[in-house]
């Protein structure tokens, strides 16, 4: 096994957002709505009638099932809702006319199974693409779907036949937009991956993306426009890149690198559910990330221990309303059940004004969220003392829900000690408030504060005698420290997680944390990579959260480390003079046992 | 197949043997017969053993079949009769009446 160098390809690459795991590499196949997908129609001889009726019945269940699995990956509140088209599509599915229709068709014109849905969804596509309302109209594309995601089913089943298919085996399905029927019913055992134009992390679509077990990338804009008939396609699902038609380097890079990701993740998977020992006996706790209750399941599935970083965003930017105390608590109560007896960390809000939906026109504070930086702007603890009603409402909601399993608070972007004391006074007066009007509250709530600015690096033995643990937020950290935003191209190369000034920072707070004797985790991107968490161990880490797909390769690369290694190599990248050198010295640890440092 | 005299409806009280019910409603929510709000209907008329239908001008739907009601083509404000034909055909269009009435709890 050869540790792959640094691959950055400079051409022809497009970012979006991975949903799912995995590289997909082929030819494109760009859906359109007019050439969604095509239908056979050929006449069958009167023996065949039986068989073909049997096939409906199968690709009727069969997409049934698929809908069902769907509509499980969407949130629950959500069926029966606004929104929940599958209902819809599976009601579609189900219509007693629908096999009462179809069959007459293939008994009497003899007919392929194929052909006679077709007819019969066409018929009333027409009949509705007809109408004058402009809504209704427009609902034409739910028959539509049910039609596609039928057809595609049957189709799934003949290629097994050997028969021919729409999709050419190994494709990568390339659209605007899919519904989450469509995507639903992509046959996977011949679609390698998808790649839409619209969609975030959380839409529908997206989430049912994740259950399909094939890489998808979401949110490419103007993606179509730059396809080619017969364009090859790479698909990085981890990263959120898609490449058009890559140079020879690029693919044979990239098939490398395919190869082994998919070697390794069978031995991998198999082994999640270890805990993270080092080969000297040295014990790290892997936590997960979320952002949503139903990223829960994956979290479990992939080993998590616990929940090191609950974000509580989601909902501020979801509604035209603030969520009430109700809403809040019950969504952190489920979690907070969900995973006791593990802990589960909130962290509290990190946004400002600007990204607060219910707020952002009416907020007296907006005059920065112009031009100015919102990175240095109100945000985090510090909108939430000057906004307090809001931040009382949340506080409640979390001291409700701490009775429910191991809950701890997390305190993001603190740059003064005066910020925890507030929040604790806060903290103090709503558990007094909430007893008073009868709820229970845990008598003893762990507050830890996350260290992601470089003031509170400088004072972290301070905040650290006013906390029980202390989180390192290492993308903040990084943004702070460097003086680099983020979003701007011309100085993400001077983002690095591994420049000397990073490390020592690291190292710092680390250290604080085992003199006042209090747990040190880190929930940034820099403990979900593989180059880094060694490192993060070896400096004296003790936890690392992480989103879930990275927990079972973060472990089996400590299972295969020494505790000692790691401690050395440590101290090396300590002495190192820049960010390179620090990965060098990582790479070269090891090189030759741990392919999948990518 | 029946054959309905939908244009002297408020006579109907039998049609050959069965009990017949009708009622005229109006879909009052702002998008009209939509998916959901047909899926509601067709969920409703589960329980009873009626032939229910839904009609509009000259054309009935088969309240069971969300395709058919779909098809119909009704956006707000359209007058529809709901119909029922047999035992407990009078309580089904009263149920589905209902639902129509409170705009398939839309706005």
Partial sequence: MILPPPFVPKKNVFCGVGVGRGLAIGPVHVITSNSRIRHRTYEISPDQVKPELALLEQA???TCAKFKAAQKALPP????????????HLMLLNDPHLIESVTQKIEQDKLNAESALAFYFNQHIKTISAFKNEYLKSRVFDVETV?????ATLQEDEHEQGLPSFYQKGCIVAARELSPSEVATLPVNLVAGLVTERGSRTSHSSLVAKTIGIPCVVGVSSLLSRLGDRSQLILDAP???VIIDPDHDTLSFYQKRKNSMESDRLEINRSAHLPATTLDDHQVRIMGNIELVEELPDIMACGGEGIGLFRTEYIYTMKDELPTENELFESYRRVVATVSPSPVVIRTLDLGADKITAIKDLTPNNHDAGNLNQALGLRAIRFCLKNQD?????LRAILRASVFGELRIMLPMVSCLEEI??????IFETTQELKKEGHSVKEKISLGVMIEVPAAVIIVKELGREADFLSIGTNDLIQYSLALDRTNPEVMELYQPHHPAIIRMIKTIIDAGKELNIPVSVCGDMAAETISAPLLVGLGAEILSMPSGSIPKIKRLLR???????QRLSFEVLESTNNEESENLIRQLFRGRFDELT | MLDLEIKRPNSLSTIGDSPASKITVKIKNRLGLHGRAAGKLVTAAKPFRSKLFLVRDDRRADVRSIMSLLTLECPYNTEVSLIGIGED????ITVLAKIINDRFGEA
Avoid: C, W
């Fill in chain 1, 421 to 426: 004391r507030e929040t604790k006074r806060l």
């Fill in chain 2, 89 to 92: 055909a009078e309580e089904a």
């Fill in chain 1, 60 to 62: 009727i269940q069969k």
């Fill in chain 1, 239 to 241: 990263e959120g890149h």
């Fill in chain 1, 77 to 88: 509140e959500l069926v029966g809702q606004e929104g929940d088209i599958l209902s819809t």
């Fill in chain 1, 560 to 566: 295969m480390s020494s505790f000692e290694d790691l």
């Fill in chain 1, 147 to 151: 039609r596609n995601s039928v057809i």
């Fill in chain 1, 390 to 394: 809001l931040f009382r409402t949340q």
